[in-house]
C-alpha cells in the first residue's frame, strides 16, 4: 500500500501500482531496524569490516566466496538464509528456488549448498527475478551458472565457483531461514551482510553497531595516514601517529 503523510498524519492509503514495465514492486520490505543496521555500514568496505571483527574476536569472514565480477560498490543487507541438501529418493522434489518470494526488497541471500560444486544452485531467471524484487545480491557456498546473466545486469553475486550443471535430481530444500554455514562461517536469519570486489563479511546482528562503529575508525584513521603519506610524511610517521598497528588488533 502507498501512504500519504502530511503533518504527521496519515491521509491516503493506496493500494501499489504497477511500475511502468507491468512489473509490481516487491511487496516484501525490510523492518526498520534492519535499514538502521544498514546504513551503519553503508560508508564501510569488507577490509575494513573485517579489520573489526579480527578486533573483536568474531569469525565473520567467509574462506572461498568471491566475487564474480570486480565489483566498485559494496552489497550491504540483512541475510535471507537458505539450505540444500541432497535429494532424497522418496517423495515428490522440492522447490529449487520457489523460496525467493519470501525475500525482501534490499536483503542478501546466503545459499548453503555445503560447498557443493558440482551442481548449480543459481541461474539467469533467478538472476533476473532477483533483480527485479530489488534483492540486494546473492551469497552462494556453492556455484552458479548463466554468469553472463549476472555480469550484464551487474547484479552482485558472490560465490565459491561456476559450473554449468543442473541441481534438478541432485539437491532439494532443507530450511529456510534457519542457522546455515557459509565459508566456514555460522549464520543466521537477519545477520548484516558485506559483500564487495574483495569477498564477503557476516557481521552477527546484535553485535552490528559494535562493528560499524569500529570499522569507522579504521576507516578514518586509514585514511588520515594516506593524507599525511601523500603530503610527504614517511610511512612510519604516519602509521605511528594513528596508532596503525593497534586498529586491528584484540583488545
Known amino acids: 500500500m502507498n501512504q500519504i503523510i502530511q503533518n504527521g498524519n496519515l491521509v ?3 493500494p501499489d ?3 511502468t514495465n507491468g512489473v509490481v514492486r516487491n511487496p516484501k520490505q525490510q523492518q526498520a531496524e534492519d535499514e538502521e543496521l544498514v546504513a551503519l555500514f553503508s560508508a564501510s568496505d569488507t ?3 573485517s579489520d573489526a571483527l579480527d578486533k573483536l574476536g568474531i569469525p565473520g569472514q567467509a574462506m572461498n566466496i568471491m566475487p564474480l565480477a570486480n565489483y566498485q560498490k559494496v552489497t550491504v543487507g540483512p541475510a535471507f538464509t537458505v ?3 541432497p535429494t532424497s529418493s522418496s517423495g515428490p522434489p522440492k522447490g529449487v528456488g520457489d523460496w525467493i518470494d ?3 526488497k534490499g536483503d542478501v541471500i546466503l545459499i548453503d549448498n555445503g560447498g557443493r560444486t558440482d551442481c548449480t544452485v543459481w541461474g539467469d531467471i533467478m538472476t533476473q527475478y532477483a533483480g527485479i524484487r530489488g534483492i540486494a545480491g546473492t551469497v552462494i557456498d556453492g556455484v552458479c551458472r548463466d554468469v553472463n546473466r549476472a555480469i550484464n ?3 552482485p553475486m558472490f560465490t565459491a565457483g561456476r559450473f554449468m550443471r543442473t541441481a534438478k535430481d541432485r539437491i532439494e530444500v532443507a530450511a529456510v531461514n534457519e542457522p546455515v554455514g557459509i565459508g566456514r ?4 536469519p537477519r545477520d548484516i551482510v558485506v559483500a564487495d570486489a574483495n569477498g564477503v563479511v557476516v557481521v552477527p546482528r546484535e553485535r552490528a553497531r559494535e562493528v560499524a562503529e569500529i570499522a569507522r575508525h579504521i576507516d578514518e584513521s586509514e585514511e588520515r595516514i594516506r593524507n599525511m603519506i601523500a603530503s610527504g610524511s614517511t610511512l612510519g610517521q604516519a602509521r605511528a601517529e594513528f596508532s596503525y598497528h593497534k586498529l586491528q588488533r584484540k583488545g
Open 17 to 19: 501500482r504497477p511500475s
Open 47 to 49: 577490509p575494513a569490516v
Open 185 to 188: 562461517v555460522h549464520v543466521r
Open 12 to 14: 491516503s492509503d493506496t
Open 153 to 155: 545486469d551487474e547484479y
Open 83 to 85: 539450505r540444500y541438501v
Open 102 to 104: 519470501d525475500v525482501a
